[in-house]
């Protein structure tokens, strides 16, 4: 199942990072470029994606290595969650002091997760039906109104919200994700 790393990155532990890099990005639009990088297709196993983000994170501007390294271990993490095939892909999100804040962050995320997925199929694959609402849903759901009520019924109705767009995800990835080749065995045969 997994590749190389189990590693999980917390939105706090990224939330310093990045303000420590003073890079003007939440980790939940971090989280969403590099999930709509992962399933829009781009090459998971030769590091294009690093290039890519920072060409939309960080107008094209290297980063410090520390994040450049929290950064990396969120990618695999990120692909091994959609290679597995489990629907274990879980978003990252601020799961903070209000519905709000988390709310917040879910429209943050499915926007920045449109943006990696316009970068991310470089091959202009052409979109099924399904894949165009999809996309057009989480349009919508990034341009949703935040400020809502911390009561039993907005926490459902958001669930439900952040389910789909969990489901979004994986069906994107399940279109034109690439998986990662198999190790081959080393063993020469003569």
Known sequence: MSQSTDQKV???????ALNMAELGATPSECHGVICGLICGGINVEDNSWSGAF??????????????????????????????????????????????????????QWSESFMAGFAIGNESKKKLTKEITEALGDLG???????????DEESERAFEEISEYVR???I????????????VKDKKNLH
Do not use: H, R
């Not at 290297?62 to 489990?86: C, M, Q, R, W, Y």
């Not at 919508?140 to 809502?148: A, C, G, P």
């Open 171 to 182: 069906l994107c990835f399940s279109e034109f994700g690439q998986k990662p080749e198999p």
């Open 54 to 107: 920072n060409d939309l994170m960080n107008d094209g501007l290297g980063l410090p290595i520390d994040l450049k390294n929290l950064l990396k271990t969120l990618f695999d993490a990120s692909v091994n969650e959609f290679v597995s095939g489990e629907y274990q892909v879980k978003l990252l999100l601020n799961e903070g002091n209000t519905l709000s804040d988390t709310a917040l962050s879910l429209t």
């Open 140 to 150: 919508q759901i990034s341009q949703l109104d935040t400020e809502i009520e911390d």
């Open 10 to 16: 917390s939105w706090q532990q990224l939330s310093s």
């Open 167 to 169: 489901l979004s995800a």
